[in-house]
């Protein structure tokens, strides 16, 4: 994917907190990689006969423990490089949040990988900051992804194919990335048991 | 986003370039996408659950052309002052943070072409349609768009009388779209396939018939600017409630393209009026749209927006 005529004025930025009982910890904050998959989640809803807007918001992530997926900002993903499978998460992950499977696609129709394990955010953590300005807040809690050492995170649009949800799978495109582990080393957020995971996706338009 | 805006006249479905230039997309279209965002969907036992999730209620859903701002200001000094196109002057150029077309005072709150000209302080709104589906004001004369029996746009019912021409309600979302069909307003190409996601292109097209366009120029100063507009939610909720904002469009009997099938003009209260937001917008350079030829069919307006 290239970036796309979105992008000229679309930013985002990512937070990454360490949550403890006691005190927070802000471990990593930087911008995103928007991907092409936004302006497209974009396009299609604008000439959608559709019937639900609620498949052309974003509200599921996958956290991955790979590589960078982008070189020099300017090849931007498809895909998370190494993402989390549902074993990774941990059978107590996350018990606040729905999580679902999908397909994820690229542009040019082809299915790039299916059955991907993926997280959904309530509508409610998504924020207005202002007119031209949105804000996702997704928790990972103290019990999920336990022994991971998480390095790659994804934002995805739920379902631009409105697919029947009941009797198919979602298919999806990745619309803002980032890699937040160290740039040299690679190193990443080994998780634990001892703190919880904020992470704070803003994408100024 | 980027946008670029076509022109074409159309005579026996030939058609020639008139005019082709880029557009600029204000901040309005920023709000319409972050509204989407955060829209916070409501619980599913509502029974117009499905009125109020539709995504058209976020997208773009009219187009509006104007004069140059001296246009405007002129026409509202007095009836009787005639302002050709080929008079005008230079309109206002656009800005990112622009809200009209073109600069509005209290006598033109929308900065484009009206529907309807109103020259008497007691006058506010038109009631009492004898039919609604045909705009026929009683206390005010017509505006740019001529009467219904000569003008396209108000025999069939897509125009508003503020002048937005709604989407026709019949259309067929198609990746290559009838331009039969825009000629009952604005239509909306289709990505269809998957593949056809790759250029993240949506094209609104909409034609005004050759009378329409005389009408706008004989007396109104012709088109200097052209905009796209999606609903102002914010103001909808408040002054009409939930969606749909006007009623859902019907085919028309013996024919193509879709007259509402009740009123786009008759709301007694006229704040009860649905209203939009700009999206996009463009200004006609040099001294607006000229138009040489003395028959033709239709012009053609081609806006494609790329995300």
């Not at chain 1, 918001?57 to 490089?81: H, R, S």
């Not at chain 2, 012709?222 to 796209?228: F, K, M, P």
């Amino acid at each position: 994917m290239n970036f796309q005529e979105l992008l000229k004025n679309a930013k985002g930025h990512l937070e990454v907190v360490k949550l403890y009982d006691d005190h927070e910890e802000v471990v990593f904050s930087d911008h995103n990689v928007i991907c092409s998959g936004l302006a497209a989640n974009m396009a299609a809803m604008y000439s959608s006969s559709g019937l639900d807007v609620s498949s052309y918001q974003m509200n599921i992530f996958q956290l991955g423990e790979g590589t960078d997926a982008t070189i020099g900002d300017t090849v931007v993903p498809n895909v998370l490089q190494t993402p989390l499978d549902w074993s990774s998460y941990g059978e107590n992950a996350l018990m606040a949040l729905d999580k679902t499977t999908g397909t994820l696609q690229d542009l040019s129709d082809a299915s790039l990988s299916t059955g991907e394990a993926f997280l959904v955010l309530p509508q409610t953590y998504v924020d207005k900051v202002n007119d031209s300005t949105v804000r996702w807040n997704l928790h990972v809690d103290e019990n999920t992804a336990n022994g991971q050492t998480l390095t790659e995170i994804g934002l995805f649009t739920n379902n631009p194919f409105e697919k029947d949800l009941t009797a198919e799978e979602r298919i999806t495109w990745i619309c803002a990335y980032r890699f937040f582990g160290d740039p040299s080393t690679g190193q990443g957020i080994y998780k634990t048991q001892h703190f919880a995971l904020v992470f704070k996706w803003t994408i100024q338009f | 986003m980027k946008g670029n805006v076509s022109i074409y006249m159309y005579k026996d479905y030939e058609s020639t370039l008139v005019y082709e230039s880029e557009n600029l997309v204000v901040d309005g279209a920023k709000t319409a996408v972050v509204d989407m965002l955060t829209f916070d969907r409501p619980v599913s036992s509502l029974s117009n659950l499905e009125d109020i999730v539709d995504p058209n209620n976020f997208t773009i859903a009219a187009m509006s052309l104007g004069p140059s701002r001296f246009d405007l200001d002129n026409r509202t000094e007095t009836l009787t002052e005639s302002v050709s196109g080929t008079n005008n002057k230079f309109p206002i150029l656009a800005k990112p943070h622009d809200k009209t077309l073109q600069p509005v005072d209290t006598s033109n709150t929308f900065g484009h072409h009206l529907n309807y000209y109103e020259f008497s302080s007691q006058v506010e709104g038109i009631n009492q349609l004898t039919d609604p589906s045909v705009y026929e004001p009683l206390l005010h004369f017509y505006g740019g768009y001529p009467k219904s029996d000569t003008s396209n746009a108000n025999s069939r019912s897509f125009i508003d009388k503020n002048g937005f021409i709604h989407l026709n309600p019949d259309m067929l979302k198609n990746q290559t779209p009838s331009i039969d069909e825009s000629t009952n307003g604005v239509i909306v190409s289709s990505v269809g396939t998957v593949s056809g996601i790759e250029n993240q292109e949506v094209e609104y097209i909409f034609s005004l018939s050759q009378s329409d366009f005389e009408g706008l120029w004989d007396n109104f100063g012709g088109i200097d600017t052209l905009g796209l507009w999606v609903w102002d939610r914010k103001y909808n909720a408040r002054y009409i409630g939930d969606p749909p904002y006007i009623p859902k469009g019907v085919a028309a009997t013996g024919g193509s393209g879709g007259k509402h099938p009740t009123s786009l003009y008759n709301f007694e209260d006229v704040k009860a009026f649905p209203k939009f937001k700009l999206f996009a917008k463009r200004i006609v350079f040099p001294d607006g749209l000229q138009i040489n030829e003395t028959s033709y069919d239709w012009l053609t307006i081609k806006w494609k927006i790329r995300f």
